[in-house]
């Protein structure tokens, strides 16, 4: 098992940058790609981003690209993202996801292993 601890979200102006951060602990010396996925009000689930196990490679949303950055220190058991010149379409809730495989699953609905999420809130 692998558990997910997400913070950093919170309430941001348009344009403004916040990270996220994500603590896993339980099973890390497993092989695990990790992601970012997040809910808008009202909508489904949606991929954001996704960093290999050694970090090597990543993927992330068209929405994300340009904007977002995801990283991960093995050491700490940690990944963050990155998310600069945010917009109101941002807000969302954004979860820590996990899932034991060496490649970069890009579907949200792959992930075995969830955090709780943190509100990301963007004003305009």
């Known amino acids: 098992q692998v558990q997910l601890v997400e913070s950093g979200g919170g309430l941001v102006q348009a344009g403004g940058s916040l990270t996220l951060s994500c603590a896993a602990s339980g099973r890390t010396d497993i092989s695990l790609a990790m992601a970012w996925v997040r809910q808008a009000p009202g909508k489904e689930r949606a991929f954001v981003a996704v960093i290999n196990w050694n970090g090597a490679s990543t993927a992330y949303a068209d929405s994300a690209k340009g904007r977002f950055t995801i990283s991960r220190d093995n050491a700490k058991n940690t990944i963050n993202l990155q998310m600069n010149s945010l917009k109101p379409e941002d807000t969302a809730v954004y979860y820590c996801?996990?899932?034991?495989?060496?490649?970069?699953?890009?579907?949200?609905?792959?992930?075995?292993?969830w955090g709780q999420g943190t509100q990301v809130t963007v004003s305009s």
């Open positions: 996801a996990a899932l034991r495989a060496t490649s970069l699953p890009t579907r949200w609905y792959q992930y075995e292993y």
